[in-house]
């Protein structure tokens, strides 16, 4: 457990430098200038006992092999977000700290807190969390939002190399600079795969039932095209869930940018099996790009219950007076990703 918190402690997510209220320092000083935030946490790990009233907001997300509820509880104090999955706990949320009670078994809280548990804290921060990926490119970061298991992390994945780093994978969170200009900082190294995706773009022939790290073999799309996986390391997220995690953190690769990096653009990805060409990219109305950032938070309509949902609104309006949002549809299938990436790469830089 030490082991999971020290390497927590290293690892801004999001803009937000953890610190541990035990040593009151985080493990390393420097981090804390490349960070928006520095927010003090307390892990305890015991038997976790679910808060007696009822949930303000709740989600439960089933799929084949699993089951998740999370639940959202106000008290006096602060929020509880609770969290019961392959890994079970809650997160006390208030503005200032965030207090982590969580079962020993199971799935570690770390991978709930780069996502959800952040992004609570983040949202009452006035910190909008939207459900995308973020690329960067010649210095400038790029969102791509979609719903879930519609291809987000394939095509970012695929993206990397050739200038193409990733930056987070599943969530980002905008920071405001400005007026208008606005900041993506890069969470942990790591992109989640489904196995038929994993397989392709990395390489490695993955059994879904094998729970031990794999390198990647030297047959990747991406290797067709030089670029070199020969050093990531998958691994199941848990045993019930069929998604791969893929560790981009190595010294002898460049497929991540752990800079904060300005935003430049949003794609909402529009994959397609009825296509006549490959891609086709047009820009968004404001009221629709809007609609589909409200679509595509990454709490869902918790922003109500939370009593945010307003001034959220309003920065995400914002955000859309000096930031593009582009509709890519595009065509579906691994074997269209190259011819899909030229393209949207090309439009990419015609953006700069």
Sequence with gaps: MEDNQQSLLNTPLHGVQLLDTANKLPTSLKQVSNTAFTLPIDVQYSSYQKPHTQPIWQLVDQGE?????????KTEQDYTLNIECE????FAISKTAIKVNWQPQGTDFKHYLQSLGIACWLELNAVPCIHANTISYQDQAYLFIAPSRTGKSTLTTHLLGDGFQLMTDDMAA?????ANEYMIYPSWPKVRLWPDSANNLVGAEI???????????ENSVNNQESVKFSSIECKKVHQKFAKFEINLNSSDNNFWNSKPTKLK???YLDRSDNLDTFCHIKQLTASHSLMMLLQNSILANAYTSMGVESQRLQSLAKLLTNIPVFNINYKSGLNYLPEVGKQLKKHITGLS
Aim: charged share 15%; net charge positive.
């Design 65 to 73: 092999r699993y089951l998740s509820v999370i639940q959202l509880f």
């Design 87 to 90: 890994g079970t706990g809650s």
């Design 174 to 178: 905008i920071h405001s600079l400005s």
């Design 207 to 217: 059994d879904i039932d094998n729970t031990k790290p794999m390198k990647a073999a």
């Design 265 to 267: 653009a949003i794609y």
